[in-house]
Each structure stands twice: as structure tokens, then as C-alpha cells.
């Protein structure tokens, strides 16, 4: 929905190109009046200096060498060489003041891009790649730190001077400045034309860019899956492909600002050749004085110059309004899951962990047409350990996603203790569940601060204590630096074993009144499951505990099992009584436990 939404968007914004995104960036801006007061005041320093200059070789021209007066013209130059000092201060004042409040704008934006990316829900990110996201973060502002710093100021302070040059020109001798103020319209319209022209390119140069970004952080995110599947080749292809498209879609924008620049460039010089040729005619004639044609000339040339800098900006600029717009698109973004606006419902202090779903129906947005969960229902007292098992795609996983509010459903409720999740803070919501998940995530940090992840404060004992109870101590103890080791990006140093063991310590220092297990002990090996599942069973005792598993013999101890099959619950009982059903369960348990599956079977009926 996100992407087509954005498709539609895009095909209707070319008619209407123009830098106006970067007014965007004017609350970030207006944060920093000490800066931005600085820096034009350096500007309008520099400009009125500027403009002096050409007074100063007028009267040179005309009194200074007509009367050879040598004290006259050393009196002139010295005060050249100070206002060449003052456009020095000038330009140094104006390079600080413009680039320190660049970088400090584009760090503003980065936090509040990063901020606002960690509030949206997961449906934004089923649909949207995180390398895609991150080089909005980097390439995009980069680019809008040039803008803000170094490009606005050029631009400002050429339109200062070229305003300041006009006047000048128009004081110094009006009959001449009608010509050049003529040719400006003509120049000008083709300028915003071409601009718009070179803006859409960079757009789509910077789409390209982000595309040949996100793939390349997901290829080498999985470098040791394509080098297991010898597909190096492949994927170095298609990286080449998408940096090609974003050299093709960059060089598109390049030619769009050479023609530009190039017949900016062409039109204001030939102006200005014109009328010196007229002023020319007038110093024959004895109309003006050569003094006054060689300041004339002189604004003449800074309008002129002004102008052809302000045709390179403009294309500059219109890049910088294009990564504006794609990062004001990304702020534009709105949580699915979010508070309700007023009056959140608070939820009972102390905790239960009752959890009901009632009639629940859930389809995910990125399959609208596939119904996941269909009309589920069933409760969890407080204290109770609850299996969920079934084939894959039967919607295990996904109710730990409703209990969790990443997704509300379609229909129906999902309540804990009594309250319907949608009523409440989901911040609050989360603080009181603890969650294992099937795809372990391990930060590029130590193992000390990947176990105490989202908890600031908790002691080191603390830390230690929820390592032993998930039998992580024992490996993290025959490491280098312990728990100071740092563990690589996404704990690449770790078996998949210790990475599970990593984030069952996370959770159980969490110390939460719902847990939830999604295949937590998958990646162990039977010995380490072993210890694990008796850290668990420890855990379970305490707080109510919700189990996703494919293996069973991880949830022969729950006080009742779930099956589920496309989105429903089939069958309901303990392991015996669902083996004596003969259902789907004991079919499950038959094929996971064949070879040897018989005596298992046998020995658990005993049991019973």
C-alpha cells in the first residue's frame, strides 16, 4: 500500500518541480538565529564590499591618472587593500557561520529521521528496504548538507551581489542598464525551466542510488550464504546493474546541469559584451567618462558572474530538493500502531499475563489477500505455559506478532488482562512481555550489552544472573574478554547456540509477566537444549508463558498445546490426550519422532 501510494505520487510530481521542498528544512533552520544572523551579516558584509570596489577604480580612472597624482592613487590603493581585508573577514565569518550550521541542521535531521524510523510499525518495513532507509540517512542528507552549507551561502550571497550590481548599474548610467536588465527575463526562464529539468533527474539519479545501496548492505549482510552457494558472480551482476542504472540516472542530471551552466553562461557574457560595446560608443561620443564605463562594466560583470553562479547552484539545489522530498516522505510516514490519542487505557498494575483472543482475523499488509489468522480464539490464565504447534504457515508466529501490537487485527480482539490492546500505550504494552524470538538478533556491541539491550541501569550481578539461568555463562567464561567481548555485526563471532542463549539471558533479565518463546531453543544442540529447557522451565513456573514450537519434545510440560492449521485452532489438550486423539498432533509427533517415534510414544502413554 506504502509502495503504491508513493508510485502514484511520483507519476503526478514532475509537473510541478521545484526547489520548494528545501522550505522543509525552515524549522531546522530557525533553531539556530545566532548562526544563521551570523552568517548574513558576513554575506551583506562582503557583498557591500564587493560593490565598493568599482567606486574606487572610477575615480582612480578618472582623477588619479588624468592628474598624475601619485598621493591620490596610493591613498586609493591602500583602501583596496582594506577592503580586500575586509572581504577576506568577511569570507571566513560567512565559511564558518554557513558550514557549522549545514553540519548542525543535517545532525538534527539524521536524529530525527533515525528517531521517528524506530517508531514505524513493521508493516512499513515489510514493504520497504532497510538499505533504501539508511541511505536516505546518509547520501540524502550529505547532499542536503551541501545545500544548507556551502550552496545556500554561494547563493545568497550571489544574489546580494547581483541585486547590489543592478542598483549600482542603474545609479552609474540608466541607458546601459536598460539593456541588461532587458536580457535578464531571458535568461531567467530558461534557468527555472532547466532547473526543474535537472531536479527530476537527481531524483531519480538518488532512487537509483538508494536501490544499488540497499542491495549491496543485503548481499554483504549474507556474504557467507553467497560464497556457500557460489553465487559471487551473480550477485556482483546485479549490483553492477543498479550501479550502472544510478550512473545512467546521474549522468542524465550531469548533462541537464551542463546545458544549463553552458547557456547561462553563453547569454549573460553576451550580454555583457553587447553593452560594453554600446558603452564604448558613448565614451567616443563624450556621453560618459571612461571611469564611469569601467565601473559599470565592473557591476556589469558581478551581475553577470552572480548570475552564472546562481545557474550552477540552482541545479544544486535542485538536487538538495530532491533528497529533501524523499526524506520529508519518510517523516511523512505514519505509525500504524500507535497510542490512542487520548486518553490511553492503563493496564492493571500489578500484572497478570491474561491474554485472550477473541474471534481474531488477520491478514498481513503485504498479502492483504491471504488470511493468516482466521477467527482464533482461546485465553491464557495468568501462570499457565500455553504450546502453539502446527505446520509451518499455520499462524504460529503471527500471534506472538498480535500479542506484541507490530500489527492490530482485521478483526476481532486481542486482550491482556481484560484490556484490548488497541486501547492502550504500546510502549507499556512491551514493557511487560518478554520476547525469544526464532530470528535472534545480536548487535555489533559485547555480550554484556547485547544481555541488557533496552534496559539501562541493571546492575552487572543482574546481568551475570540471567547469563547462568540461560546456561550462557559457561561459554561466555572461556572468552577473551568475557563479558566485554565484542561480538561482531549481528554476533557473527557466536554460534547460532550462543547467539539463542544470548537472547534467552536477554529476556529472562527482563524480567517480564508474559514470555514468549518462538522456537527459543531451535538452534541448540540436544545437550545445550537440555540446559536450556530446564532454564526455562524455571522461568515458565513464574510468569505466564506463551511456546511456539515445531519440535514437540519442547512442549511436553506445557499445561495445554494449540494445534493450529491455516489460521485456526484444530486441536486442544495436553501431549497425551492429543496423542490419543490420533489428529493431526499425534500424525506431527508420528513423522518428528519415527525411528524410535513408537517407543516415545509408548513411554509418554505410560507416563500418562
Known amino acids: 500500500m506504502v509502495s503504491t501510494d508513493?508510485?502514484?505520487?511520483?507519476?503526478?510530481?514532475?509537473?510541478?518541480?521545484?526547489?520548494?521542498?528545501?522550505?522543509?528544512?525552515?524549522?531546522?533552520?530557525?533553531?539556530?538565529?545566532?548562526?544563521v544572523c551570523g552568517a548574513l551579516v558576513a554575506l551583506i558584509m562582503a557583498a557591500v564590499t564587493t560593490l565598493v570596489l568599482p567606486i574606487a577604480v572610477r575615480r582612480m580612472i578618472d582623477h588619479g591618472f588624468s592628474g598624475a597624482d601619485a598621493g591620490f592613487i596610493n591613498t586609493y590603493f591602500t583602501m583596496l587593500f582594506v577592503l580586500a581585508g575586509l572581504l577576506a573577514l568577511a569570507s571566513a565569518m560567512r565559511y564558518y557561520f554557513v558550514i557549522t550550521l549545514g553540519e548542525r541542521i543535517v545532525a538534527d535531521i539524521r536524529r530525527e529521521v533515525f528517531a521517528h524510523v524506530t517508531r514505524l510499525s513493521p508493516a512499513f518495513f515489510d514493504v520497504n528496504q532497510s538499505g533504501e532507509i539508511v541511505s536516505r540517512l546518509t547520501a540524502d542528507t550529505t547532499q542536503i548538507k551541501s545545500a544548507v552549507g556551502a550552496t545556500a551561502s554561494v547563493a545568497l550571497r550571489n544574489l546580494?551581489?547581483?541585486?547590489?550590481?543592478?542598483?549600482?548599474?542603474?545609479y552609474t548610467s540608466p541607458k546601459l542598464s536598460s539593456l541588461v536588465i532587458g536580457a535578464i527575463p531571458i535568461i531567467v526562464f530558461p534557468l527555472v525551466a532547466f532547473g526543474r529539468s535537472v531536479r527530476r533527474r537527481s531524483r531519480e539519479a538518488q532512487d537509483t542510488l538508494a536501490a544499488a545501496s540497499a542491495y549491496a548492505g543485503e548481499a554483504i549482510g549474507a556474504t557467507r550464504?553467497?560464497?556457500?552457494?557460489?553465487?559471487?558472480?551473480?550477485?556482483?551482476?546485479?549490483?553492477?546493474?543498479?550501479?550502472?542504472?544510478a550512473y545512467e540516472a546521474a549522468r542524465s542530471a550531469i548533462r541537464a546541469r551542463?546545458?544549463?551552466?553552458g547557456f547561462a553562461i553563453a547569454m549573460i557574457f553576451g550580454s555583457v559584451v553587447a553593452v560594453l560595446w554600446f558603452g564604448a560608443q558613448d565614451v567616443l561620443s563624450g556621453t560618459i567618462s571612461a571611469g564611469t564605463l569601467g565601473q559599470f562594466l565592473l557591476y556589469a560583470v558581478f551581475a553577470a558572474g552572480s548570475l552564472g553562479a546562481l545557474s550552477e547552484v540552482w541545479g544544486e539545489l535542485s538536487q538538495a530538493a530532491g533528497a529533501a522530498e524523499r526524506l520529508t516522505e519518510l517523516l511523512a510516514e505514519k505509525p500504524a500502531i500507535a497510542p490512542p490519542p487520548a486518553n490511553p487505557v492503563a493496564l492493571p498494575v500489578p500484572s497478570r499475563g491474561e491474554l485472550t483472543f477473541e474471534d481474531v482475523h488477520f491478514s498481513y499488509p503485504a498479502r492483504p489477500g491471504y488470511r493468516s489468522i482466521n477467527g482464533l480464539s482461546f485465553?491464557?490464565?495468568?501462570?499457565e505455559?500455553?504450546?502453539?504447534?502446527?505446520?509451518?504457515g499455520a499462524g504460529k508466529s503471527t500471534i506472538l506478532s498480535l500479542v506484541e501490537r507490530f500489527y492490530d487485527p482485521d478483526a476481532g480482539t486481542v486482550r491482556l488482562d481484560g484490556v484490548d490492546l488497541r486501547t492502550t500505550d504500546p510502549e507499556e504494552l512491551r514493557r511487560r512481555i518478554a520476547l525469544?524470538?526464532?530470528?535472534?538478533?545480536?548487535?555489533?556491541?559485547?555480550?554484556?550489552?547485547?544481555?541488557?539491550?533496552?534496559?539501562?541501569?541493571?546492575?552487572?550481578?543482574?546481568?551475570?544472573?540471567a547469563a547462568r539461568a540461560a546456561q550462557a555463562e559457561e561459554f561466555i567464561a572461556r572468552l577473551d574478554k568475557g563479558y566485554d567481548t565484542m561480538v561482531g555485526?549481528?554476533?557473527?563471532?557466536?554460534?547460532?547456540?550462543?547467539r539463542q542463549r544470548i537472547a534467552i539471558a536477554r529476556a529472562i533479565l527482563k524480567d517480564a509477566p508474559l514470555l514468549l518463546l518462538d522456537e527459543a531453543t531451535s538452534a541448540l544442540d540436544a545437550e545445550s537444549e537440555t540446559l536450556v529447557q530446564t532454564a526455562l522451565d524455571g522461568q515458565m513456573g513464574k510468569r505466564t508463558t506463551i511456546v511456539i514450537a515445531h519440535r514437540l519434545a519442547t512442549v511436553l510440560k506445557a499445561d495445554r498445546i494449540l494445534v493450529m492449521e491455516a489460521g485456526r485452532i484444530v486441536e486442544e489438550g495436553t501431549h497425551q490426550s492429543l496423542i490419543q486423539q490420533g489428529g493431526l498432533y499425534a500424525r506431527l509427533a508420528r513423522l518428528q519422532f519415527d525411528h524410535g517415534g513408537q517407543a516415545f510414544l509408548g513411554e509418554n502413554r505410560a507416563a500418562g
Do not use: H, W
Not at 234 to 239: D, E, L, P, S, Y
Not at 385 to 392: I, K, L, Q, R
Open 258 to 261: 551542463s546545458l544549463l551552466t
Open 379 to 383: 485465553a491464557v490464565k495468568q501462570g
Open 225 to 245: 550464504t553467497l560464497q556457500a552457494f557460489n553465487a559471487e558472480e551473480a550477485a556482483r551482476a546485479r549490483f553492477f546493474g543498479a550501479v550502472e542504472s
Open 489 to 498: 555485526e549481528r554476533g557473527v563471532t557466536l554460534s547460532g547456540g550462543q
Open 436 to 465: 525469544v524470538p526464532q530470528d535472534v538478533t545480536i548487535f555489533a556491541a559485547t555480550i554484556r550489552d547485547n544481555i541488557a539491550f533496552g534496559m539501562a541501569g541493571v546492575s552487572d550481578e543482574a546481568i551475570r544472573a
Open 160 to 170: 546580494i551581489l547581483c541585486l547590489g550590481a543592478i542598483v549600482m548599474m542603474v
Open 385 to 392: 505455559t500455553v504450546a502453539v504447534v502446527g505446520p509451518s
Open 6 to 35: 508513493r508510485e502514484q505520487a511520483a507519476q503526478e510530481k514532475p509537473a510541478r518541480r521545484t526547489i520548494r521542498p528545501l522550505g522543509k528544512l525552515t524549522p531546522y533552520v530557525s533553531r539556530y538565529r545566532g548562526l
